[in-house]
């Protein structure tokens, strides 16, 4: 390599890999749900989506290079369906926009594409269905229209595309594809679409094109390798390719992507360190681009502008050509900042939002520019005696007595029948719910009055069960406007923001708390409400809890200190009430872990440091219990393939579980994993509007009383109630408390 130091290296080019698409006050929300409802036209829902649009660029043009194509109507991943033109007929309306929101939502004639979460974050993609049937077809018009509207701006435009490899990993077999037939057997002729689509947009004056390649960022086969170097080596023939991942380090997948001769590697710096070290291993061409993701497209907090240029002058010793950009797309977090303006001094000046994200990328990649390292964590954020306490906590904190001496001890506390019936804790959020809760939140209602009306709803709650004779009764959860925001208003350390809004699917955006100091209970946080309920009926009322980990998952977390260490204290706070609720003298404490799945790291590797902290923290919080205190935890969104260990090392004496879609699968896994407590595996799929027919639950029961045995089953839906109606949930419940009868009667 003949390169002198003499030679100043080239400004590094500021650049980001992706952006919010849903507006900065979700006005892309707002259009789309009035189209669907009938309110505005296809031509105004375009007008809505140009000037979401435009506003995305207004705000990328600060970068030297934008990324373009980014925008989505409803997912990048079903925008690349229609670019390969592989829609399932059963989709194929008049129009592409019909055919599209078939596709995402379903229609009278079709079900929609299954949703499931994108990589290991809360984002929700539409799972294309590939078979051997799927005549793919290139339909570059979005790319290239996305591509004329930026440069027609005078910006210098990066195409993005989902990248093949990715876009069939994520894919499933479709119905007609035979058995044994992956999607990925069809690369080489999605492959064939994809440099037609990659001459569009080079016909369209497109340079290099991002190809986002997030599947290479898990675990995978030499023979997929194998088939991303041929794909890569055919793609870089012809195109100037930068790959993408964002979620982590490509490892292996990085000397295979160079081999190929792509341009060049967005590199992430935030959560994929140890691809620099090999980097720094490997002979690279110096005409090889990197970017240095540096700036954290996953959590809001301001970055280590020194730190990021350490990183950047590191690259600058492999290469002559290298960026500097966000760590994967900035979709992962809110807009903008400066609505803020009610967060604590110290904590605001510590965030970074989308818009302010872009401006420490420009910062860090100007040489002259100040790039100060990151304040320390304010002393004030520390709770002394939060952490004296973790340290003061046993080796046994986190261990109870055997499962069957408490299983007996339980038994005798609260007798029931075999299959006991209940539910998984929230009860239909009626309008007039949250009418009252907006009122009292804006002040209009005061905290007496609220309290009044969500009590009545306890009672009514409580009086709709004793009706439907279900065995193990919940308070409904009216109080709450969401299973983590409830505990993060009430738990030190935690903020909630004004506009935070992240998208989460389609129209669909949370607002995600932020947990940015020691985390404290200062009170009591439900005893109230589940000793209220408990006073109004015999039957036992379940206590209903927000584990440790799916906290975590679906805030901010603070980065400056391992994530377990944070989950021991939301653990902590946890065990607090879960201490009170059983002094309160409730018998059954459930706590919800649904996000356990979520949370998993996407590499093997990483996963049983993994599930140790975070069965741990689960454990903390629920094991101070005696055991007569029967603990009950909750899980939902399937693909438990991965935790299954995790689930059995939660020690709970019951789960419940999603089940009614993978027809009881899970039980055989439980079995396998050595889980030897008791299972109420979902009978009724809430996240459809059908009402369950009575017998198809009693065969689900059947099922599982065979999988697991009598004494071991209890009967459920599959998760909280809280989005159904009443018409529903009725006819529902009862048809449950029905099918548990028989069955028992037909063991007896
Ligand atoms: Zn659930």
């Known amino acids: 390599m003949n390169t002198t130091t003499s030679v100043p290296a080239k400004r590094p ?135 004329l509207e930026a440069k027609e701006r005078g910006l210098d435009a990066r195409p993005v595309l989902l990248g093949p490899v990715s876009f069939l990993l994520l894919a499933k077999a479709s119905e007609e594809a035979p058995a044994g037939f992956a999607p990925l057997d069809r690369l080489d002729d999605l492959v064939v679409v994809y440099t037609e689509l990659l001459a569009a947009l080079r016909d369209a004056g497109a340079g290099l094109v991002q190809l986002d390649e997030p599947a290479l960022c898990a675990d995978r086969t030499e023979a997929e390798l194998e088939a991303v170097a041929a794909v890569y080596r055919r793609l870089a023939a012809d195109t100037q390719i930068l790959i993408a991942g964002g979620y982590g380090p490509f490892g292996e997948a990085l000397p295979v992507l160079l081999e ?64 500097v950009s966000s760590s994967s797309s900035l979709l992962h977090v809110p807009v903008d900042l400066a609505p803020e303006q009610d967060l604590p001094e110290a904590l605001f000046e510590r965030l970074s939002f989308a818009r302010q994200k872009l401006q420490e990328i420009n910062q860090i990649a100007d040489p002259e520019g100040s790039r100060e390292a990151r304040p320390a964590t304010p002393e004030a954020w520390r709770d002394a005696s939060v952490r004296e306490r973790l340290a003061a906590l046993g080796a046994d904190a986190d261990r109870r007595v055997p499962y069957a001496n408490r299983q007996a001890a339980q038994a005798e506390r609260v007798p029931l029948p075999p299959l006991p019936t209940t539910t998984i804790g929230s009860f239909p959020q009626t309008a007039e719910l949250r009418n009252a809760r907006a009122a009292h939140r804006r002040g209009l209602m005061i905290d007496t009055d609220y309290k009044a009306r969500m009590k009545a709803e306890v009672a009514a709650v409580i009086a709709e069960q004793e009706k439907l004779g279900l065995d193990v009764l919940v308070h409904g959860e009216p109080e709450r406007n969401d299973m983590v925001q409830y505990f993060a208003e009430q738990l030190t350390g935690f903020a909630t923001t004004a506009a935070g809004w992240v998208q989460s699917y389609g129209s669909r955006c949370v607002r995600p708390p932020i947990l940015f100091a020691d985390v404290a209970r200062q009170a009591p946080m439900t005893v109230e409400w589940t000793s209220y309920a408990q006073s109004l009926t015999e039957k036992p009322v379940k206590g209903m809890l927000t584990g440790p980990v799916t906290i975590l998952a679906w805030s901010f977390v603070r980065d400056d200190q391992p994530l377990a260490d944070t989950a021991d204290q939301v653990a902590l706070a946890l065990r607090d009430e879960v201490g009170d609720l059983e002094a309160a003298g409730t018998a059954i404490i459930q706590v919800d872990e649904p996000a356990l799945r979520e949370l998993l790291p996407v590499r093997a590797a990483s996963r049983a440091a993994y ?36 689930i059995a090392a939660l020690d709970a004496d019951v789960t419940s579980i999603e089940a009614s879609r993978s027809k009881m699968e899970v039980l055989a896994d439980l079995d396998r994993a050595n889980y030897r407590s008791a299972v109420g595996p979902g009978v009724w799929d809430i996240h459809s509007p059908r009402v369950p027919a009575a017998e198809d639950m009693a065969e689900a029961l059947r099922l599982a009383v065979a999988a697991l045995g009598p004494e071991r089953v209890w009967a459920n839906p599959d998760c909280g109630l809280k989005t159904r109606r009443y018409e529903e949930v009725r006819p529902s419940l009862e048809g449950l408390v029905a099918a548990a009868r028989t069955v028992r009667e037909q063991l007896a």
């Open 260 to 323: 190929a001769g792509v341009e060049g590697v967005a590199l992430d710096l935030v959560r994929g360190r140890s691809d620099l070290e090999a980097l720094e291993a490997l002979n690279v061409s110096r005409e090889t681009i990197f970017l240095a993701g540096v700036v954290d497209g996953r959590n809001i907090w301001r970055a280590d502008l020194a730190k990021g240029a350490a990183d950047l002058e590191r690259l600058q010793r492999i290469s002559d050509r290298v960026g």
């Open 13 to 147: 080019q500021a650049t980001a890999l992706g952006y919010p698409r849903i507006g900065p006050n979700r006005e892309l929300k707002r259009a789309l749900e009035a189209h669907w409802s009938g309110r505005l036209d296809a031509a105004g829902l375009e007008d809505a989506a140009a000037a979401v649009r435009s506003g995305m660029l207004d705000d990328l043009s600060m970068l030297d290079t934008v990324p373009t194509g980014i925008f989505s109507l409803y997912d990048h991943v079903l925008d690349t369906i229609c670019a390969v033109d592989a829609l399932a007929p059963r989709h194929r309306r008049d129009s592409e926009l019909a055919s599209y929101f078939a596709a995402a939502r379903g229609d009278e004639a079709a079900v929609p594409l299954e949703m499931t979460k994108w990589f290991d974050t809360n984002y929700h993609y539409l799972v294309p269905e590939i078979g051997p049937e799927t005549a793919f077809a290139a339909k570059p018009a979005k790319a290239v229209a996305e591509f």
């Open 611 to 646: 599930r140790d902290w975070a069965t741990r923290s689960f454990r903390i919080a629920t094991a101070g219990v005696r055991p007569e205190t029967a603990i009950h935890t909750h899980l939902c969104y399937s693909e438990f393939g991965e935790v299954i260990d995790a």
